[in-house]
Nanobody, 135 residues
Framework: QVQLVESGGGSVQAGGSLTLSCSASGFTFDGSDVGWYRQAPGNKCELVSTLSSNGTTYYTDSVKGRFTISQDTAKNMVYLQMNSLKPDDTAVYYC?????????????????????????????WGQGTQVTVSS
């Protein structure tokens, strides 16, 4: 059984930094696709970043140059380093591992860009961690 647990969320002022962590049980990140989604109230669930099994990364335009996804294979952890945070980054952030390939799958984009709701019955999701950025 795959279980993902996020940590590291919190409240920061604009310009600050946070590092989100995702740990897994029943699953090995090494050689697998993994991603981070976020959802703010009233918004759809947005793909923020992915780290593909072939080593490529994806970032949504609004976080490019500010966020970095990485992996520690020894600890079986995935991280999302978030710098220069903005109020628009406020959301619940979820660590996600695909349980199947979606219709638009490519090695560079292993997860869909936008879905109606996070924590859907598709794929494996963590419980989410709140990030709040104040101006």
């Amino acid at each position: 059984q795959v279980q993902l647990v996020e940590s590291g969320g919190g409240s920061v002022q604009a310009g600050g930094s946070l590092t989100l962590s995702c740990s897994a049980s029943g699953f090995t990140f090494d050689g697998s696709d993994v991603g981070w989604y976020r959802q703010a109230p009233g918004n759809k669930c947005e793909l923020v970043s992915t780290l593909s099994s072939n080593g490529t990364t994806y970032y949504t335009d609004s976080v490019k140059g500010r966020f970095t996804i990485s992996q520690d294979t020894a600890k079986n952890m995935v991280y999302l380093q978030m710098n220069s945070l903005k109020p628009d980054d406020t959301a619940v952030y979820y660590c996600v591992v695909p349980s199947e390939r979606w219709s638009g799958y490519t090695p560079e984009l292993p997860l869909p860009l936008l879905i109606p709701f996070c924590n859907s019955r598709y794929n494996y999701w963590g419980q989410g961690t709140q990030v709040t950025v104040s101006s």
